[in-house]
């Protein structure tokens, strides 16, 4: 089969390579996928899970991306839960080889039915920026309706998907960006937007709940906005600032088949928009993670076109 591999951490995207794999044997518990299409997020190779597995033992060449869309190919032993033919979509496993790849073993609590009218390529959209917006909404930062908002990066592949699903749960939401996110976070739902290179970040006054997708200085003077008692929920690594007076909170997206199932519910009846940039091909894939320009959007790529 076809995968993309990376060895050379310090290459980042730029060492990606398309080579020829052999079909990986789905274990116990696994799920054979055929991948139709997947997806990678921004800063993945920075991980060290892309790298190593739990032991901490080297395991490259290792195949990034660790979203997909497909359809289930084989089972492994004892494996519960889906048949073979269905089709899946959903979160791999950090410290296993990926979906940028003709084939990939899933174990199958991570997935979840993928509905006939949800395109592949949409389906391999969704997992890791509708769950990290999911879980750190209402799982961390336990929002509530009413409240106000602060969200990072409000275009963008995870915020775009926190700005809508904040702003249906009934908060007010301040959006942040590059001055040319500016039409699409207010698109998505966001009341206002705060250029972070030329508006004052400090005249939004109050806030209930920070979602952070930046990090470095703009957390920390994001976290002196927090109302007594709010929250700083950040998915830029462990929080470099305290609120005073309420928590911070960093975390790493879980796969979740109930809040796999409740995203593609909302994507079907229109109340959740998917964020695609770029769609490519597999043999296309290393430029299209290369991009000689500002790409906004997620990169898809689809892998049985
Ligand atoms: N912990 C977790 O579980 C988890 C889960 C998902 C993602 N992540 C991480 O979260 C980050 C965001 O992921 P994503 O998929 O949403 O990426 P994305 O699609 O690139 O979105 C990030 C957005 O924030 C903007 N931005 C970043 N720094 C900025 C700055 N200093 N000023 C203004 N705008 C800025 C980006 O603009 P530019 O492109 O112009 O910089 C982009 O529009 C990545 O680092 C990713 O690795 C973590």
């Given at each position: 089969m076809k995968a993309i591999v990376v060895?050379?951490?310090?290459?980042?995207?730029?060492?990606m390579t398309l080579v020829e794999r052999d079909v990986p044997k789905p274990a116990g518990n696994d799920v054979l996928v055929e991948v139709h299409a997947s997806g990678f997020t921004p800063?993945?190779?920075?991980?060290?899970s892309n790298w190593t597995d739990r032991l901490g033992r080297d395991r490259t060449p290792s195949v990034p991306g660790h979203e997909l869309a497909g359809v289930v190919s084989a089972l492994g032993y004892g494996t519960r839960g889906l048949s073979v033919g269905q089709r899946v979509f959903g979160l791999t496993d950090w410290t296993r080889d990926g979906t940028l790849a003709q084939y990939t073993e899933v174990e199958a609590r991570n997935l979840a039915p993928l509905p006939g009218d949800v395109d592949f390529t949409v389906g391999a959209s969704l997992p890791i920026s509708g769950l990290t917006a999911w879980q750190g909404l209402f799982?961390?930062?336990?929002l509530q309706a009413g409240q106000s908002l602060l969200v990072h990066g409000a275009a963008g592949g995870v915020g775009s998907m926190v700005t809508q699903l904040a702003r249906e749960a009934g908060a007010y939401i301040v959006g942040t960006g590059r001055a040319a996110d500016r039409e699409a976070a207010l698109d998505y739902g966001a009341h206002e937007f705060v250029d972070l290179d030329a508006d004052a970040l400090e005249a939004v006054g109050r806030v209930d709940l920070v979602f952070d997708v930046i990090g470095g200085d703009v957390q920390k003077r994001s976290a002196?906005?927090?109302?007594?008692g709010g929250t700083l929920v950040t998915i830029?690594?462990?929080?470099e600032a305290r609120p005073a007076d309420g928590l911070a909170i960093d975390f790493v997206v879980e796969s979740d088949r109930a809040q796999l199932g409740e995203i593609a519910r909302r994507v079907r009846d229109g109340r959740l928009r998917t964020n695609i940039g770029t769609v490519a091909t597999l043999d296309d894939a290393v430029a299209a993670f290369n991009p000689t320009e500002r790409a906004t959007g997620k990169t898809i790529i689809q892998v049985r076109p």
């Open positions: 060895t050379d951490q310090a290459a980042g995207t730029a060492g800063g993945e190779l920075t991980w060290p799982d961390h930062g336990r002196a906005l927090l109302r007594a830029a690594g462990p929080p």
